[in-house]
């Protein structure tokens, strides 16, 4: 997935590494979704200091993407990853936060479907031309959400 995002992964600094250990550093997890074939998605999250789960690696495999699938698929990973986290934590977690880029608009797409909503913006982020979207749901608002719209999908 490292190109799919602006700018891509591995241009940025410290490259896709950096990434990881972000994610080690912050004591977060990381969840994979996969079926025979291997890993089909994936995203990672922690838990700030201000009690927001912060997610980023948000991703499914190419070929899965624009007939639905990946979209069900970022779903299913968000609502079992949120799940566990409540189960394991429960009441830490007040809301959900993350970024995107305004042009990505199957993204823009899902995140308005499951309730998050934009609450800033910054334009020429990190690249030229590049407008962060900054957005934030409601934690349990959110869990519940997945969990409708995830019922009956397969795990
Ligand atoms: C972001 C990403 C996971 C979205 O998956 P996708 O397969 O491209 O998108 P989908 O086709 O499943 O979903 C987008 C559309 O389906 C809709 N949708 C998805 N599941 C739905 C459901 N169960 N019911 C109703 N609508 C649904 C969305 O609202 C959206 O609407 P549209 O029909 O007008 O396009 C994928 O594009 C990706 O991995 N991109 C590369 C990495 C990336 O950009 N990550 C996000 C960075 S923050």
């Given at each position: 997935?490292?190109?799919?995002?602006i700018?891509?992964?591995?241009?940025?600094?410290?490259?896709?590494?950096?990434?990881?250990?972000?994610?080690?550093?912050?004591?977060?997890?990381?969840?994979?979704?996969?079926?025979?074939s291997?890993?089909?998605?994936?995203?990672?999250?922690?838990?700030?200091?201000?009690?927001?789960?912060?997610?980023w690696?948000?991703?499914?495999?190419?070929?899965l993407r624009?007939t639905?699938?990946?979209?069900?698929?970022?779903?299913?990973?968000?609502?079992?990853?949120?799940?566990?986290?409540?189960?394991?934590?429960?009441?830490?977690?007040?809301?959900?936060?993350?970024?995107?880029?305004?042009?990505?608009?199957?993204?823009?797409?899902?995140?308005?479907?499951?309730?998050?909503?934009v609450?800033?913006?910054?334009?020429?982020?990190?690249?030229?031309?590049?407008?962060?979207?900054?957005?934030?749901?409601?934690?349990?608002?959110?869990?519940?959400?997945?969990?409708?719209?995830?019922?009956?999908l397969?795990?």
């Open positions: 997935m490292d190109k799919d995002f700018p891509a992964l591995s241009l940025r600094g410290g490259g896709i590494d950096a990434f990881i250990e972000t994610v080690f550093r912050n004591e977060g997890r990381t969840w994979l979704a996969r079926d025979e291997g890993p089909v998605g994936s995203l990672s999250f922690w838990l700030t200091d201000e009690n927001m789960v912060y997610v690696f948000i991703g499914v495999r190419a070929d624009g639905l699938l990946g979209g069900r698929v970022i779903m299913q990973l968000m609502s079992t990853a949120l799940q566990a986290y409540e189960r394991e934590n429960p009441g830490d977690a007040v809301g959900i936060r993350f970024t995107t880029w305004e042009s990505n608009s199957a993204a823009i797409r899902l995140y308005r479907l499951l309730g998050f909503t609450v800033g913006k910054k334009e020429n982020d990190m690249v030229e031309g590049r407008t962060t979207l900054f957005y934030e749901g409601e934690f349990s608002l959110i869990r519940g959400r997945l969990m409708r719209l995830t019922h009956g397969c795990q």
